[in-house]
């Protein structure tokens, strides 16, 4: 189609042979998610750049009489959502072929690993031995994990609905809806584990 | 030939498109219609309009300060009331004004300007009206009811934090800020994804009007400034609600640390205002000038280096604080390189002008006007990147002088695009006679008001200052300062009897009323909801300018359901093909939920559980599907609607 | 003497255009050098916009042509070489203000809503002097001054004599500079603070240095018990009185630091940092009533007895 395109022939363009399932960049949905990913990860960059500014402030890191965070729960986490990528990528490889079926039952896997991960959220916050209001060490240890525990959330939020209309009222929009998901679930995880480095093991080093 | 805009139908078949083309793209009727629709000209128009009565509020604010300053020890105003007045006037000027405004001219036109449809998420795009809209009213409630903010449009702590500014005030602050840069934000992603993916046919990306350049560059600045002042004030928020020490130098924060995210936003800020003027005045310039503007591949690449340079000067903000002055050289060579840009993009609008035939139009004279208030300002600028000068003037009224009149410089093309797209938003034609009032009294008004104000904060005058002793000898510039705001509201009121004039009974407007360029004049004025008949293939940088025998359109498109038209990025090829949502009220339920949670986390942190589970239901309510469209989806994708 | 004169005698000069210091000196004159640039520029766009707009043109329409792109270009190639010349001069005049000097005299200024607290630090301790909203300095000598805050930033700007400085909480700033002649000399909170923002003001007192030392050992001694029997009962007001929460007076059983020490007041030129002159009728308005003066200020008002405050009047005057 596109490349019978020509608008030197001066004839008119008929587009009602496009196609209207697409993926990934060629898919204006896409684009929205990618925005929102950049401001998100926008606001991340924030919170690294304020650790590291803080941190360069006179005193140690962790301040005295503040406990260096755990490394047992959050390592947990950590791995189980690098692992549930595995997960993901099935999600996204059935969506492209469109088989409903196996789509059903891979969001339904994805939605329990994100389900999961929300306990775990609240132990990543635990270990970090500090409260928020102790000092500023301790605030922006928790508005880091805090800001990435806000993704985490309202992506199990979106995932439950998604997965409820997609055994409800599925059309061919959702196969492309779930390959997005799964791109998303990539930047979450992409994003996590360099947070992950720097909260939990960054006072031991810094 | 095919029509693209309903007033040059011919055809038969066309004029059943027409109402096909009304019935599917149309919003309903009456309070229902206006609460549901997506129409991103109908939301960009709300935009404007709420923007603009935002305006006048702000001026209103200035006209108190002008009022209060006139004369030295003068107790119309006390310093609460004051400090609540500039605070609020900086904030609606920046918040409520300039930026929603750019942003709300580009949701208006650049998908107009592109031949698209509508914008690429319609329903996101009413939800960030709706956020914007609470926004301000939440400003203005507070300010209404003596909980104004009042620590400054910048907000510095510690004065803003809990220590020193109990009550509410500040976090009236921190929220307008939230819901005026979650809309900012959905503007950006609105502007980029529209511009990237529903450009006509043809249209290249060395084909865009320059415009839509200005407006692209400007929602990328957006996307990765305003999340610095997102997250500065969710800082200062949770500061005060619930004792983080971010700022408390006395627990490891620190409250350099404000400055440096909050200029890191707010210096590209102020480019997010100006590039979009830039834009408006390359479609100005060529509108009346008939000429394309000289020079468009440097044009383009002189916003994107604006773009850049923007991010690398916040600290120019802060040489009066302990930043090393090492770093300060740094800051003063990119505060002075931006003039490169600014200069390269005045010399290229020269050469048009000079080669081009002017229309001394009232839009036009807005331009001319502009170039001489903005070299100004830029000139005044230069001056304070030097470490040196700067802490003699900085935080003084040659400040407010300098800002003002590169502000103002942007606000000269955006009356002359008030004059320009008027007609195109309204159908009407303005009175071009009250427009050269009005350029007269704002152009006269704003240059007595403003230049004695760089020797106010030369004679040692500070800005934020609600009085001053009469020993300074400072009255008799406030006093001229002060008449000049008197010409400045004076020009505004003109403007105001030319609406309320051109609307009850100004001249129809024809489709494209100044023989313009680029594709917004290819409809009617003002457009259908459809936008385009038939969307234009395009052939060149000024389509309405191309001499073509036969204008070639796209045809195909579904007239049952809103079908759009998906491109490719770089050449703008069809690529595919997509389904917009119907119309829908869950935008509103959202927003109202987005405004519970972020209005209750001001009194208590339960807020966030409160508003979150709120919000789901809002989501929910946005993402299920209706019975009706969702047969409509299925028989759209199986090629039957 | 003119009134204009004697309102310099509390108020001060306050103008960056007036230098009276070497930085000040080197700052003006870069400012006069920028604005004859900035001029030039500004008329050169503005007569190539009017000609742009205005020469008479041709039936025929013209193209732009290498002519047009010859001209743009130079006229960027010129902007590049102003902002060269500028950098140059700019850092020019950086070096100069910024060079430290030797055997500077030092001084601490705290700021605090709405005023600022002056020590001159000596050794012993007890020779250190502690004033406010006043400083004095020797003319000619460079000085030191090291800027803290007690609360929210402020910045320190006396424009006659350098550029200013923030006094940030957390953080010890500094800046230097030198009077070179004699005067009464303004610097105004440039750092918006809060409601006295725009009334918190400093005098720097520059004085031949003969004054000025005569003037620091004034300063540390501690206040004498008036022998005047008015100003005895007024000290007696005084003591009994809430000024004691906030005030102290040394040599006097008042020590608290919460607001500007009283021991010198009465040789001080101006109250309310610089809000009015330090006459009798001034300083009854400022005690009975602080808000009307300065809103917002931390000082309550006090319901005194005329006789009382007559007495308190006396006693305050006697602090000299």
């Known amino acids: 189609m596109t490349a019978a395109f020509d608008p030197a022939d001066r004839a008119d363009l008929d587009v009602s042979g496009l196609p209207t399932t697409v993926f990934g960049p060629r898919d204006i949905m896409w684009w929205g998610v990618l925005g929102f990913m950049t401001i998100e990860g926008m606001t991340l960059v924030v919170a690294v750049a304020s650790y590291f500014y803080l941190w360069r402030q006179p005193g140690t890191w962790p301040p005295e009489h503040t406990l260096l965070p755990s490394l047992g729960w959050p390592t947990v986490h950590v791995v189980f959502l690098v692992a549930s990528n595995l997960v993901m990528m099935r999600v996204s490889r059935v969506a492209h072929r469109l088989d409903l079926a196996a789509l059903r039952r891979w969001m339904l896997v994805a939605t329990a690993c994100s389900i999961v991960m929300v306990p775990l959220r609240w132990l990543d916050f635990l270990a970090l031995n500090v409260r928020w209001d102790t000092n500023a060490y301790g605030s922006i240890a928790w508005l880091t994990v805090g800001l990435h525990g806000t993704l985490l959330v309202t992506n199990t939020a979106e995932m439950l609905v998604f997965t409820t209309i997609l055994h409800l009222r599925p059309t061919e929009r959702h196969f492309t809806d779930a390959a997005d998901s799964a791109f998303y679930w990539y930047y979450m995880t992409l994003v996590w584990v360099p947070l992950y480095v720097m909260v939990y093991w960054g006072p031991r080093f810094l | 030939m095919r029509a693209v805009s309903p007033s040059e139908i011919t055809r038969a078949d066309d004029r059943e498109l027409h109402e096909t083309l009304e019935r599917v793209w149309g919003d309903r009727p009456g309070l229902v219609g206006w609460i549901t629709t997506t129409d991103h000209k109908r939301i960009a128009l709300r935009y404007i309009v709420t923007t603009f009565v935002f305006f006048l509020l702000g001026g209103l604010n200035a006209g108190l300060m002008r009022l209060q300053l006139s004369r030295p020890e003068n107790d119309f105003l006390g310093p609460d009331a004051y400090n609540q007045v500039f605070t609020v006037h900086g904030m609606t000027m920046m918040f409520l004004f300039a930026v929603p405004m750019m942003l709300a001219l580009g949701l208006y036109f650049v998908p107009l300007m592109v031949g698209a449809r509508n914008v690429a998420y319609p329903r996101l795009n009413a939800f960030g009206y709706w956020v914007f809209l609470i926004g301000c009213l939440l400003l203005y409630t507070g300010f209404l009811t003596n909980t104004g903010p009042d620590a400054g449009w910048f907000s510095y702590v510690p004065l803003a934090g809990p220590g020193f500014s109990p009550g509410k005030r500040s976090d009236i602050w921190a929220q307008t800020v939230t819901f005026t840069e979650v809309s900012g934000l959905i503007a950006a992603v609105e502007i980029i994804a529209t511009v990237f993916k529903h450009r006509a046919p043809g249209m290249s990306l060395n084909r865009m009007p320059l415009f839509v350049w200005a407006m692209l560059v400007t929602a990328f600045m957006t996307i990765y400034s305003m999340p610095w002042v997102a997250s500065a004030s969710l800082f200062l ?374 508003g979150g589970a709120v919000f789901f239901l809002g989501m929910v309510r946005w993402a299920w599907p209706t019975l009706r469209s969702y047969r409509e989806q299925l028989r759209y994708e199986e090629g039957k609607a | 003497m003119t009134t204009a004169l004697l309102a310099l005698q509390w108020s001060g000069r306050h103008s960056a255009l007036d230098p009276f210091g070497p930085q000040a000196g080197r700052v003006h004159s870069l400012w006069q050098f920028l604005w004859i640039v900035a001029a030039l520029v500004l008329l050169a766009v503005v007569v190539t916009l009017l000609l742009a707009t205005f020469r008479r043109r041709g039936e025929a329409p013209e193209e732009a042509g290498p002519r047009t792109r010859s001209a743009v270009a130079t006229a960027v190639a010129g902007t590049v070489a102003v902002l060269l010349v500028f950098l140059g001069v700019n850092f020019a005049t950086g070096r100069a203000v910024t060079l430290p000097p030797d055997d500077a005299l030092l001084l601490r200024i705290t700021g605090h809503q709405w005023w600022w607290e002056v020590t001159y630090p000596a050794r012993p301790p007890g020779n250190q002097v502690t004033t406010a909203n006043e400083i004095h300095v020797p003319v000619g000598v460079p000085v030191v001054a090291e800027l803290q805050s007690s609360d929210v930033i402020h910045s320190f700007w006396p424009a006659n004599l350098v550029g200013k400085r923030d006094l940030i909480p957390g953080e010890t700033a500094s800046i230097w500079f030198r009077a070179d002649s004699a005067g009464v000399y303004r610097a105004q909170c440039a750092e918006f603070c809060g409601h006295g923002h725009a009334k918190m003001a400093l005098l720097v007192i520059a004085e031949p240095h003969e004054s000025f030392d005569a003037w620091l050992v004034r300063q540390r001694d501690s206040a004498r018990t008036p022998a005047d029997s008015l100003a005895r009962r007024g000290q007696e007001v005084f003591l009994a009185s809430s000024c004691v929460m906030c005030h102290s007076v040394r040599g006097t059983p008042a020590g608290s630091r919460i607001g500007p020490d009283l021991t010198h007041l009465a040789s001080r030129r101006s109250l309310a940092a610089g809000s009015i002159p330090n006459t009798r009728g001034h300083l009854a308005g400022w005690i009975l009533d602080p808000q009307r003066i300065k809103p917002g200020a931390r000082m309550p008002a006090n319901a005194l007895s005329p006789p009382d405050l007559e007495a308190l009047l006396a006693y305050l005057e006697s602090l000299r």
């Open chain 2, 237 to 610: 928020a949770s500061d005060r609600l619930v004792g983080t020490h971010f700022f408390n130098p006395a627990e490891g924060g620190d409250a350099l640390l404000w400055q440096h995210l909050f200029w890191f936003f707010g210096h590209p800020e102020v480019y997010i205002i100006f590039i979009p003027a830039t834009g408006l005045v390359s479609q100005l310039v060529s509108g009346f000038t008939r000429r394309p503007v000289y020079g468009y591949p440097v044009m383009v690449l002189a916003n994107i280096m604006q773009g850049f340079l923007a991010f690398g000067l916040w600290v120019h903000h802060m040489f009066a604080t302990t930043v090393p002055q090492l770093g300060s050289s740094f800051f003063t060579a990119t505060s002075a390189m931006i003039a490169i840009p600014a200069g390269i993009q005045i010399f290229c609008w020269l050469a048009t002008i000079w080669h081009g035939k002017p229309q001394f139009r009232a839009a036009f004279l807005f331009v001319l006007g502009f170039i001489v208030v903005f070299v100004t300002g830029g000139l005044s600028g230069v001056m304070i990147s030097s470490v040196p000068f700067d802490t003699q003037v900085h935080d003084s009224y040659f400040i407010v002088a300098h800002f003002h009149y590169v502000l103002l410089g942007a606000l000269f093309p955006f009356f002359g695009a008030v004059y320009y797209w008027f007609p195109k938003l309204t159908g009407r034609m303005l009175s071009e006679r009250l427009g050269y009032w009005h350029f007269g009294l704002f152009f006269v008004g704003v240059n007595v008001t403003f230049f004695p104000m760089h020797f106010l904060g030369l004679a040692g005058m500070p800005r934020r200052v609600y009085t001053y002793i009469a020993e300074t000898g400072w009255g008799n510039l406030n006093l001229l300062a002060s008449a000049g705001a008197v010409l400045i509201v004076g020009s505004v009121a003109v403007l105001l009897v030319n609406f309320f004039r051109a609307l009850r009974r100004g001249d129809r407007a024809p489709d494209n009323p100044w023989r313009a360029e680029t594709l917004e004049w290819a409809t009617a004025s003002p457009p259908p909801s459809y936008s385009f008949l038939h969307i234009p293939v395009v052939e060149g940088r000024s389509p309405l300018w191309e001499r073509s025998e036969r204008r070639p359109v796209v045809t195909g498109l579904s007239t049952e359901v809103r079908d759009t038209l998906v491109t490719t990025l770089v050449d703008a090829l069809p690529d595919s093909r997509h389904y917009d949502p119907r119309p829908s009220a869950a935008p509103l339920y959202a927003a109202l939920a987005l405004g519970i949670t972020f209005i209750t986390l001001i009194f208590t942190p339960w807020g966030l559980p409160i």
